[in-house]
């Protein structure tokens, strides 16, 4: 079991000229391999965690190299989907590649990084077409950071895009408690997060700290955190 340390950020006061962009800490800061969080814990610190779905994509970045395939010449419609551990987007915007000859590749960049994007999927057209099928097979996407090129025509036999969006999970929260203060050892808590939602979990009182003042917090299912935020509650507001 690994965990995230955290380093809080603190809560401005009501009305500050600055005011704490909760959605920008949320999307800065993702569990990546972790399965929980540490922090230091002083009694004034509240976790936000996110269980949100993924959004599509930009429209994807397509080339073509004139050498090395078999795709026919003609202009291609390509849209691209992420994928996590509970399902897929909707697919991006579309972008258009042509090619020229019979012996072209097409090379379709991975889509960037996001959330908990674990995957992608590529939907292309025939040429001059207009409906796309997906050109992984179903349940092996594309790892994230890893491009696509297809060196024969694009199959037209593939799953058309989703019409809606799947990529929404759900997680439980455990609160590892330390011991009481006669040194006994207390069982964690577990709770429910809300999917679609930001959860907050906390203040912490500072006697269920572990050994050294932190705090463990973990997740049921990490893979379906799309964000952790920790705030601290400087006073008086």
Aim: charged residues 5%.
């Amino acid at each position: 079991m690994t965990r995230l340390s955290l380093t809080a950020t603190t809560q401005p006061k009501t009305g500050s000229a600055s005011p704490l962009n909760l959605t920008s800490l949320l999307g800065a800061t993702t569990l990546g391999a972790n399965t929980g969080v540490s922090f230091t814990n002083t009694g004034r610190e509240v976790l936000h965690v996110q269980l949100g779905q993924l959004t599509a994509p930009a429209a994807p970045s397509v080339s073509t190299a004139a050498t090395g395939g078999t795709v026919a010449a003609g202009t291609y419609q390509v849209e691209v989907s992420y994928t996590n551990t509970a399902g897929e987007t909707v697919a991006s915007a579309s972008s258009s590649v042509t090619t020229t000859g019979s012996t072209s590749t097409i090379t379709v960049t991975s889509p960037a990084a996001a959330g908990n994007a674990t995957g992608w999927y590529a939907y292309i057209t025939q040429a001059g077409g207009a409906s796309y099928t997906r050109q992984q097979t179903a349940g092996s996407p594309t790892a994230i950071g890893t491009n696509l090129t297809l060196t024969a025509p694009p199959t037209n036999s593939g799953l058309a895009p989703q019409s809606s969006n799947t990529t929404a999970g759900s997680s439980t929260v455990i609160v590892n408690i330390g011991t009481t203060i006669e040194g006994q050892p207390v069982s964690p808590i577990t709770a429910s997060l809300a999917t679609n939602a930001t959860n907050i979990v906390g203040p912490f009182p500072t006697d269920e700290n572990q050994p050294g003042g932190a705090m463990f917090v973990d997740f049921g299912t990490p893979a379906s955190v799309t964000g952790v935020a920790l705030l601290q509650n400087a006073g008086v507001f």
